[in-house]
């Protein structure tokens, strides 16, 4: 499985890019992180790319998990993100309003 690393110097909108492109492409998006700073620029990018996909009609979801790897002859803990995507309805193409229904009463 090929990950897609993220470092603390990662620019968060390109990376959000990068995770939109092979969301649209239906490629599995896994993202690799090690340290806070890293796994900060990734979460701020898995935003953008939400609000970059939104629109389309799509919606993603994420959840980390830990991981042992090692770096340089080192054992290090990573931080793997597993993106999911779903399909949303053109109602409920943003999330975060809320449309209010009247009924009548006879």
């Given at each position: 499985m090929d990950f897609l690393k993220v470092s603390s110097k990662s620019s968060p909108a390109s990376?959000?890019?990068a995770i939109a492109g092979m969301v649209k492409d239906g490629v599995p998006v896994n993202i690799q992180c090690v340290g806070a700073g890293a796994v900060n620029q990734a979460i701020k990018a898995i935003a953008i790319a939400r609000g970059?996909?939104?629109p389309?009609?799509?919606d993603?979801?994420?959840a980390p998990t830990f991981s042992d790897i090692e770096i340089g002859g080192e054992s290090r803990t990573a931080?793997?993100?597993a993106v999911y995507v779903h399909q949303i309805s053109s109602q409920a193409a943003n999330p975060y309003t809320m449309s209010a229904t009247t009924?009548?009463?006879s």
């Open positions: 990376v959000a890019g970059f996909l939104i389309t009609g799509v993603i979801s994420c931080i793997r993100i009924g009548s009463s």
